[in-house]
């Protein structure tokens, strides 16, 4: 076992103690961990790490472990030097090459294409805090696990690739030449999330920014602030302060709708707050977002946020009290025209505007929490998602500690995005007993939060006969809205069949339709049952799209998927070449003929949605 596993194991060991409860006693586990990562980070002073850092790609761990599989006393952590010519050190970071941070590894270099394993990163910087100031250093996300150090003293370890988290390095830092290592490994496990089997390409690297951040001793940590369920005539949330010893005076201030309150914590830094504030409900129609500020002492953050609720009422999602139906399309995490993992504002954009060029209300961010970017820029509603994919280690207790601490760092991440208003914590897992266990523990922790968001899933169906199509996986009834993958047309079947089907759901809950979709390679010509073809692609959609529309209780759809990507179970030469062929637009931004076929849909389903 190397040192950064044991130290991931020994980690996980004591998190199992607060997640292998005995069965039934689920709503009496503790709530999962705090997240490690400081909400607000923009709004502080710091510096960012982003740009080029230096990298030892290294597939043995020779830099963690010796010939014997022994923990070195002296690895790459330590970013040493020779002292003189007759030192022997076999590694130097200052002469090898670098990468970009944010970046994933594979699409930076043709050698690392499908490199999974350990690639150390290194860089150098300055700083020094003001006197009596805390530093942390925050990094955006590390795929798959990180294990940190700061002049060669280890920080700790990270697992999960898409959610932030952050070390105190207070008293540890240099004015001047600090070195910080990070050994990022995505090597793929069947006990991890996602696990071993996956239908996209896992990324590895320091994939989002990386920040040092000061704050004064006693600063806000985290907040929740957003509309009253029942009143959309009242703020209210929580602050949870870091460093207070005492009762603590916290005002928070909106200042274009000239309302604030203040509040004082309780010893252990937390209070709640409501108060009255008159503010225009965000919507994607109307998207207003407002300066929220929290002052705490010295302690000064803003964020801009949008107020709105979300709710269900039997069969209706309801945004700001009234019935919406989602007009979506599905996402992964990857740059249109430049592949690899989107990591810019300018990424989150492009996709975003090809969503609204659909006519989209509606965006599935799949299959795992995407960049903050999204999030933000998204004046759209999003489904937010963990990677709890497909089949993983249900029954051991490391890997729901992992699923739960993912899903922890996600909701608070993104607590105050108005636009997330759907959890979603798995899809297409196989039902069994463990499985639902599993995932009623992560419903329950996303309900725990208390942001009032809807809690879903994508969930699978079966036949009850050859007509009758059926959704009656237990876990639906632990959901607010019940997420459903089919793919008649396309793995099942042929796209005429979509008009024979008749659809039951057990429970009387919303339904969306979170995939349907078949192959297509752009400029790939056949007729509509030509496999692969524009034309079999957009009769498809026609016949998905007319069967979807009679679901009794439909209320969404986010068909399978924007843009062509890249997933190494599609390996078919000349059509799919390493690539899922399934998007509206290829990867280089060419439009498939499906593309417009759902736009027309949305255009009418914008004046006259389908309801039953
Ligand atoms: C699914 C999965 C999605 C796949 C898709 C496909 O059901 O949820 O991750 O990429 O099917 O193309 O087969």
Redesign the pocket.
């Known amino acids: 076992m190397t040192m950064a596993s044991a130290a991931a194991r020994a980690m996980f060991a004591a998190m199992a103690l607060v997640a292998a409860a005995p069965a039934g006693a689920r709503a009496a586990t503790a709530p999962p961990p705090a997240a490690t990562a400081l909400a607000f980070t923009d709004a502080r002073a710091g510096i960012s790490l982003d740009g080029p850092w230096h990298v030892i790609v290294d597939p043995y761990e020779n830099g963690l472990i010796d010939y014997r599989s022994q923990p070195r006393a002296h690895g790459y952590f330590d970013d040493a030097k020779p002292k003189d010519r007759s030192e022997l050190i076999e590694y130097d970071f200052a002469r090898s090459p670098t990468l970009a941070v944010p970046g994933d590894w594979n699409t930076q270099r043709p050698d690392l294409l499908y490199y999974e394993g350990t690639i150390w990163y290194q860089r150098r910087f300055d700083f020094a805090p003001r006197a009596g100031n805390r530093v942390f250093v925050q990094f955006g996300a590390a795929a798959q696990r990180a294990t940190v150090w700061l002049n060669g003293k280890r920080l700790g370890d990270h697992e999960g690739g898409f959610t932030p988290f952050a070390f105190e390095v207070t008293g540890r830092l240099v004015p001047r030449g600090n070195s910080i290592v990070v050994k990022v490994d995505n090597t793929r496990r069947a006990d991890a999330l996602p696990a071993l089997n996956?239908?996209?390409w896992n990324y590895g690297g320091l994939t989002r920014g990386v920040r040092v951040v000061e704050t004064p001793p006693v600063f806000v940590r985290d907040a929740l602030v957003q509309l009253g369920p029942d009143d959309a005539g009242q703020v209210r949330g929580f602050v949870r302060l870091d460093g207070a010893r005492a009762a603590t005076r916290v005002t928070i201030d909106i200042p274009e709708a000239r309302a604030t309150i203040t509040v004082t914590t309780d010893g252990a830094g937390h209070a709640r707050f409501a108060f009255p504030a008159r503010v225009a409900p965000w919507s994607p129609a109307s998207p207003r977002l407002y300066e929220v500020t929290f002052r705490a002492g010295v302690d000064h953050v803003r964020d801009r946020v949008g107020f709105r609720t979300v709710g269900v009422r039997g069969r209706d999602i309801l945004l700001n009290g009234k019935p919406m139906f989602l007009r979506g399309i599905s996402l992964h995490e990857e740059a249109l025209g430049r592949g690899g993992r989107a990591t810019t504002r300018a990424d989150a954009e492009a996709l975003l505007g090809l969503a609204k060029e659909l006519g989209c209300n509606f965006v599935r961010l799949?299959?795992y929490p995407h960049g903050d970017e999204m999030t933000r820029a998204a004046e759209l509603l999003v489904w937010s998602e963990i990677p709890v994919?497909w089949t993983i280690a249900w029954s051991n207790p490391d890997t729901l500690a992992s699923a739960r601490r993912q899903l922890t760092e996600e909701l608070a991440r993104d607590r105050n995005r108005a636009s997330v208003i759907l959890w979603s914590v798995g899809?297409?897992t196989p039902v069994s007993e463990p499985r639902t266990r599993f995932l009623r523990t992560l419903v329950d922790d996303a309900r725990a939060a208390g942001d009032g968001r809807l809690v879903t899933a994508?969930l699978e169906h079966h036949y009850v006969d050859a007509r009758t199509v059926m959704l009656d996986d237990p876990l639906g009834a632990a959901l607010d809205v019940v997420g459903l993958?089919e793919?008649v047309g396309w793995?099942d079947g042929l796209p005429a069949k979509c008009a024979t089907l008749s659809w039951r759901c057990a429970y009387d809950k919303p339904i969306v339709v979170s995939?349907f979709?078949a192959?297509a390679k752009a400029g790939h010509h056949g007729d509509a049952l030509t496999r692969f073809s524009e034309e079999f692609q957009a009769d498809l959609y026609r016949q998905q799209l007319a069967m979807v529309a009679r679901i009794p209780g439909l209320r969404g759809v986010s068909p399978?998927?924007l843009v062509d990507f890249r997933?190494p179970r599609r390996p078919l030469p000349g059509i799919q070449d390493g690539w899922?062929r399934?998007g509206l637009v290829a990867e280089d931004g060419t439009k498939k003929q499906a593309f417009e076929v759902l736009r027309d849909a949305y255009r009418a389903w914008a004046a006259s949605p389908p309801s039953r």
Do not use: L, Q, R, V
């Open positions: 996956t239908d996209w799949a299959h994919y899809n297409e994508a993958n793919y793995y995939e979709g192959d399978w998927i997933s899922n399934k």
